[in-house]
C-alpha cells in the first residue's frame, strides 16, 4: 500500500521578465530631464546571473556633478518653502506609485543586482515603499520631533549608494532627505543604476517638482565629485569603510555635514540555551540573506563551545536545503555575487581562510556556468587572529569561532574596529539584555536576524561609521540642527 | 439626458459594525438646511443602536489595536484616497449642511482630506515621541511604551459637521482605539456619508461606528457605558458635558471635555495622546559585572 | 544493523529504551522534556511562512497534488454518521475521481469505532487502510479502562490504525508519566491475537497544549512511549493543524531519529483544505525531515474536503481548465 519514497523536485518557476521594459540606454536624470553625460561617456549594466548586458547607461562627469548640484540648489528655494504637509503628499504619491509597480521594480532589481526574487519581492520592496510612507508623515511633524519647534533643512544634499540594496539605500536616503526639506543629488553604484533611474519616472509620474531629485548614474569619480562640491550642504554615503574615510577626510575643515553607513563583521552569538532551530534559520539569514553582500551580515559565529558540535550539525544539514541559482526562479534561495571584482575579493579572502589553517566547507551546490557565483561557505576553527575574522568579506562566507562564557563572547564580539550588527541567541531574557547592554553595536538583534523596519534606527560604532538611518533619529541627519 | 430627469434620493443610514442599517428604533428625523429647507431624513438612533455600535466597537478592538502601526497608516490614508475622489460630493453636502459657498465648502473639504493624511501619517510614529527608555537607578531594561485605550465615544463637533468631525474621529482610530460617534445633531449628513468612505477604505468593520440622532439622547447611555473606555464630549454644551462627565466617571472613563477649537489650525498631538494608556515594562539586564558575569 | 528502523518493528522498542532513564519517574521525565531547546515562536512562525512562498508548479505540482491524495486519510466523524455515510466515503476513498482512473487511492479512511467493520467491508482488498479514533475521541475525558476497550473495540472490529487522543489534562498539570504510561497502555491495546499490532497514531491536540514548547515536549513524550505516528490535532476544536505547529512535529522526528534511530510518523489533521495548504506541508515536510518521510507510510493529512480541492486542481493540470462543484462527487 504504502508508495516509495520519492524526491520532491521543484519545478522551475520563473518569475516572468516581461512585467519590466528595460531601454537600451538611459541618460543622466537632471531637474527633471534625461539627459546624455556632458562628454557624452556611457558605460554598460549587466546581469550579474548571466553576464548579459542589460542596457548603457550615461557615465556622469564633474560638469554633470555641477549641473546637477545647480539644479537642486535651484530647486531648494521652494521645495523647502512648501508647507510640509504638501511635501508630505509628494512622498505619499511616489510610496504608492512604488507599491504599484512593486512586481516591476522587484524584477528590474533582480536582473540588475543578482539577488533572488523572493527577496526583492519580499524584503526589498516592501521596505523601499515603507520607507517613503513613513518619512511622508514626518514632513508636516518635525516640530514635534524633538528638534526644537521649527527645524530647517539643511540645502543640497549630496548621496552615494552601494549596489547591495540598490533601490533601498535610496529609499533610506531620498525620503528622509526629502521629508525635511532638502533637495538631492543621489549617485548609484555603477553595478546597479537602474532602479535608480526607474525611481527618477517615479519621481515623474508622482508630479515632483524639477530639480528635488537628481540622479547621477556613473563611477566612484562622480561620487568623490559630488561630495567634493562645495555647493553641496550634506553629505551621505554608504559603503566600504575605506571610501568612508577618504569622504571624511575631503570634507575636513568644511561647514558639510556627513553621515556614514560603512562595513561590519557583525558576531552572531549562539550560547547553550538558544532556541537551536530558531537559532539555525537566523544564522543563515544572517549571512546569506543577500548573498552574504550586506554591511550588518552575522559574518562572524560565535558558538558556545559546550553545543558546538550540535549547532554545526544542524547547520550543516540546514545549509544543504539551501537553493543557490537563477535569481529569477521564485525558489532560488541564493543568487549571484553583483560583480567579477566583488567574486574575486570573496574568493581571495575565502582562500586566505583555508591557507591560514581554517577549515573549509560548503554544501554540495551546482553553479551555473555564466555569471559571478560563489557555493555558501563556511569555516570552523576560526580564532580572531584569523583575516576571515577581521576583515570583512562581503560575501556568503560564515566564520566560526567558539566561546566558553558570556563574558567571552562579548569579548570577542567587541573585538574588531567595526561595530555595526551583533546576534544573540538564548532563551533567557535577562541574558539578552545584559550581553545586548555590553555589546558596542549599533543594532543589536535578540533571536532574531536581519529585521528592518522604517520606524527602527540603523547605524554603526566605530569604524561602521555614525548617524542613524530610519526612525525619529534619521531626521537628525537632514535638518539643521 | 433630459432636463427633466428627476434623482434618486439617498437614504441615509447609520454606519455599525461595516454595515448600513437603520434605527433599530424605526424612527427618522428631518435634516434641514441653513434656510430650513428639507435635505433628507436621518436615522434617530436609540439607546440600543449605542448598544449595538459599543458591541460592534469592542469586537473589532483587538484586531485594530493588535494590526501593525503601518497597516492602520495604509488604511488611513486609503481613506484620504477615497475622500479626495469623492470630493465634489462632500464639497456639495457640506454647503448644504452648513450653508457655505462652494469654494468655503471646498477648503473645508480639503482640509478634512489633508486632515486624514496628518493623522496617516501618525500612526508609526506617536510612540517614538510619547514612549522610550527609562534610565532607572538600577540593572534594569525598562521601556514606556503608549497602548490605545479601547472603545472610545466621540461626540462630534455639532457647527463643524465634517472637518470638525474627522478631527475627532481620525486620532482617536489612528493608535488603535474604535469609536461610537454621535454626529452633529443638526447636520448628521456629511457624517453618514463619510460611512461609505470608510467602506471602501479597507477599515475594518467596527472600528468605526456611526450614530446620527438627538445628541442628549444616544450620548447618555453611552457616557454610562461601563464597557466603554474613553469620552471626546466635543459636541456636548455646558450642561449636557457636565452630566455626561458625571455618568463617565462610574467606570472612571478618560474624559475630554469641550472647548473651543479652530478646526482649521495644525491638531498637535493632545487629541492622539488623550486616548492612550502607557505601560511600562522591567526586566533585569545587569551592565555584567567584572569577574564573568552573572549571566 | 540498521541505522534507522520503523517505530512499529520489533527492534524499536530496545531502541526506545535506551533512553529509559527519562522516563523512570515523573520528575526525570519532566527534566528530560524541559530540557529539549526551546522554541521562539515569531523564528518558528517565519520559517514556516518563508516555506509557504515557495512556488510549486507544473510538474512539481502534479507530482504534490498525487502525494497529497495518496496521503490522506479521509475522515467522517460526525455523530450523524451511518453505514451508507461511511460506504459512500469508502467508495470515494478508492475511487476519488469517476471520470479519471489514474488518480490514486487516499492512505485511509477514518471513522469512530463502532464504524469500523463497515468501512473494512465497503474497503475489502482496495488497499485502502481503516483507521480508526479511540480513546473515548476527541475530549479524552474518561477512565482509562473505558478508554482501552475502545480501543479493543477498533482493533477487533479490524482497525488497521488507531489514533488516540492524550490526556490533555493530565499534560497540562505536568503529569508526564501518566501521559506516558496511558499511552504505552493503548499501544499494548493494540496488539492483534496473531502478534502483528494496529499502528498507532498519538494525537496531542496542539491547540489546547497552545505553546510550541508544549508540542515539543509532548512530541518527544509521545515518540518515547512508542507512537508510529505523530499527530497534532482531532480536527474538532478551532485550532488545528498549521503549518508551524506541523513544524514542531516535523523536527521532533528528525531529531528523535537522529538521536534513537527510530522513524515515526506525521499526520497534521483539521484545517486543511485547499490543495496551496496541503503543497506547504509537503514542503515542509521536504526542507525539513526530506524525501524520507514522502510517502504515506511516514506522512498523513487528516483532511475530508481536501480531496475535493486536490481533484480540481488535478483536472485544472489536465485539462487547462478551471474545474468546479459539479465535477467532483460529494462523499
Known sequence: ?481 | MSDTRLSVFKTYKLFVGGKFPRSESGRVYEVTDSKGRWLANAPQSSRKDARDAVVAARKAFGGWSGATAYNRGQVLYRVAEMLQGRREQFVREVGEAEGLSKSKAAVIVDAAIDRWVWYAGWTDKIAQIVGGANPVAGPYFNLSSPEPTGVVAVLAPQDSSFLGLVSVLAPVIATGNTAVVVTSESAPLPALSLGEVLATSDVPGGVVNLLSGRTAEIAAPLAAHQDVNAIDLAGADGVLAKELEIAAADNLKRVRRPQAVDWAAEPGTERLTAFLETKTVWHPAGAGGSAGSAY | ?331
Not at chain 1, 549630496?158 to 536616503?173: D, E, H, R, S
Not at chain 3, 506541508?281 to 510517502?295: A, I, K, P, Q, R
Open chain 3, 1 to 331: 544493523m540498521p541505522i534507522t528502523v520503523p517505530a512499529h518493528s520489533p527492534e524499536a522498542a530496545a531502541r526506545l529504551a535506551s533512553l529509559s532513564d527519562a522516563t523512570a519517574s515523573d520528575s526525570a521525565l519532566r527534566r528530560f522534556l524541559h530540557g529539549l531547546p526551546g522554541v521562539d515562536a515569531v523564528g518558528l512562525e517565519g520559517r514556516a511562512a518563508s516555506l509557504g512562498t515557495r512556488s510549486i508548479k507544473t510538474t512539481a505540482k502534479a507530482y504534490a497534488i498525487d502525494l497529497a491524495i495518496s496521503m490522506i486519510d479521509l475522515t467522517t466523524l460526525e455523530g450523524a454518521d451511518t453505514p451508507g455515510k461511511v460506504r459512500a466515503l469508502c467508495a470515494k476513498g478508492v475511487h476519488p475521481d469517476p471520470l479519471d482512473r489514474t488518480t490514486p487511492r487516499v492512505a485511509a479512511i477514518c471513522v469512530y469505532p463502532d464504524m469500523v467493520k463497515v468501512a473494512k467491508e465497503a474497503l475489502g482488498t482496495s488497499g485502502v487502510r481503516v483507521a480508526s479514533v479511540a480513546t473515548a475521541f476527541p475530549a479524552g475525558r474518561a477512565a482509562l479502562p473505558v478508554k482501552l476497550a475502545d480501543v479493543a473495540d477498533a482493533v477487533a472490529a479490524g482497525a488497521d490504525e488507531v489514533d488516540m487522543v492524550i490526556d490533555r489534562g493530565a499534560f497540562l498539570a505536568g503529569h508526564y508519566l501518566k501521559v506516558y504510561d496511558e499511552i504505552r497502555a493503548v499501544r499494548a491495546a493494540c496488539a492483534r491475537p496473531d502478534g502483528t499490532s494496529a499502528h498507532l497514531k498519538v494525537i496531542f491536540e496542539t491547540g489546547e497544549l497552545s505553546t510550541y514548547d508544549n508540542i515539543r515536549r509532548a512530541s518527544w513524550l509521545g515518540m518515547l512511549a512508542g507512537a508510529d505516528f505523530i499527530k497534532t490535532s482531532t480536527g474538532k476544536v478551532a485550532v488545528n493543524a498549521t503549518p508551524p505547529n506541523t513544524l514542531i512535529l516535523l523536527e521532533a522526528v528528525r531529531d528523535f531519529r537522529a538521536t534513537v534511530g527510530v522513524q515515526v510518523g506525521v499526520k497534521p489533521a483539521g484545517g486543511i483544505r485547499t490543495t496551496k495548504d496541503a503543497i506547504k506541508f509537503l514542503v515542509l515536510v521536504n526542507e525539513t525531515v526530506g524525501e524520507d518521510w514522502l510517502s504515506n507510510e511516514w506522512f498523513r493529512f487528516g483532511a475530508s474536503s481536501l480531496l475535493n480541492d486536490l481533484l480540481m486542481q488535478r483536472q485544472k493540470l489536465s485539462t487547462g481548465r478551471y474545474s468546479g462543484p459539479d465535477y467532483v462527487t460529494v462523499d
Open chain 1, 1 to 481: 500500500m504504502t508508495t516509495m519514497p520519492t524526491k520532491f523536485e521543484y519545478a522551475p518557476a520563473p518569475e516572468s521578465r516581461a512585467v519590466v521594459d528595460i531601454a537600451p540606454s538611459y541618460g543622466l536624470f537632471i531637474d527633471g530631464e534625461f539627459t546624455e553625460a556632458a562628454d557624452g561617456r556611457v558605460f554598460k549594466t549587466v546581469s550579474p546571473s548571466s553576464e548579459e548586458v542589460l542596457s548603457e547607461i550615461a557615465q556622469a562627469g564633474e560638469a554633470d556633478v555641477d549641473r546637477a548640484v545647480r539644479a537642486a540648489r535651484k530647486a531648494f528655494a521652494s521645495w523647502s518653502a512648501l508647507p510640509g504637509a504638501e511635501r508630505a503628499k509628494y512622498l505619499f504619491r511616489i510610496a504608492r506609485i512604488i507599491q504599484e509597480r512593486s512586481r516591476e521594480l522587484a524584477v528590474l532589481e533582480t536582473l540588475d543586482n543578482g539577488k533572488p526574487i523572493r527577496e526583492t519581492r519580499d524584503a526589498d520592496l516592501p521596505l523601499v515603499a515603507a520607507h517613503f510612507f513613513y518619512y511622508a508623515g514626518w514632513a508636516d511633524k518635525l516640530g514635534h520631533a524633538g528638534y526644537g519647534p521649527d527645524p530647517r533643512p539643511l540645502g543640497v544634499a549630496g548621496q552615494v549608494i552601494p549596489w547591495n540594496f540598490p533601490l533601498l539605500m535610496l529609499a533610506w536616503k531620498i525620503a528622509p532627505a526629502l521629508a525635511t526639506g532638502n533637495t538631492v543629488v543621489l549617485k548609484p553604484a555603477e553595478t546597479t543604476p537602474l532602479s535608480a533611474l526607474f525611481f527618477a519616472d517615479v519621481c515623474r509620474q508622482a508630479g515632483l517638482p524639477k530639480g528635488v531629485v537628481n540622479i547621477l548614474t556613473g563611477y566612484g569619480d562622480a561620487g568623490a565629485a559630488l561630495v567634493a562640491h562645495p555647493d553641496v550642504n550634506k553629505v551621505a554615503f554608504t559603503g566600504s569603510t575605506a571610501v568612508g574615510k577618504a569622504i571624511a577626510r575631503s570634507i575636513a575643515g568644511t561647514d558639510k555635514k556627513v553621515t556614514l553607513e560603512l562595513g561590519g563583521k557583525g558576531a552572531n552569538i549562539v550560547f547553550d540555551d538558544a532556541p537551536v532551530d530558531q537559532a539555525v534559520e537566523g544564522i543563515v539569514n544572517g549571512i546569506f540573506f543577500n548573498q552574504g553582500q550586506v554591511c550588518c551580515a552575522g559574518s562572524r559565529l560565535l558558538l558556545q563551545e559546550s553545543v558546538a558540535d550540535e549547532v554545526l550539525d544542524a547547520l550543516k544539514r540546514r545549509l544543504s536545503t539551501l537553493r543557490v541559482g537563477d535569481p529569477m526562479d521564485k525558489n532560488t534561495d541564493v543568487g549571484a555575487i553583483n560583480s567579477a571584482e566583488q567574486l574575486a575579493r570573496i574568493t581571495a579572502l575565502a582562500d586566505s581562510g583555508e591557507a591560514e589553517g581554517a577549515e573549509r566547507w560548503s554544501p554540495a551546490c551546482e553553479l551555473p556556468s555564466s555569471g559571478y557565483w560563489f557555493a555558501p561557505t563556511l569555516f570552523t576553527g576560526v580564532t580572531q587572529a584569523h583575516r576571515i575574522a577581521r576583515e570583512e568579506i562581503f560575501g556568503p562566507v560564515l566564520s566560526v569561532l567558539t566561546f566558553r562564557t558570556p563574558a567571552e563572547a562579548v569579548e570577542k564580539a567587541n573585538n574588531s574596529q567595526y561595530g555595526l550588527s551583533a546576534g544573540i541567541w538564548t532563551e533567557k531574557g535577562s541574558r539578552i539584555l545584559s550581553v545586548a547592554n555590553q555589546l558596542r553595536a549599533g543594532v543589536v538583534w535578540a533571536n532574531t536576524f536581519n529585521k528592518f523596519d522604517p520606524t527602527s534606527p540603523f547605524g554603526g560604532y566605530k569604524e561602521s561609521g555614525f548617524g542613524r538611518e530610519g526612525g525619529r533619529h534619521g531626521l537628525e541627519a537632514y535638518l539643521d540642527v
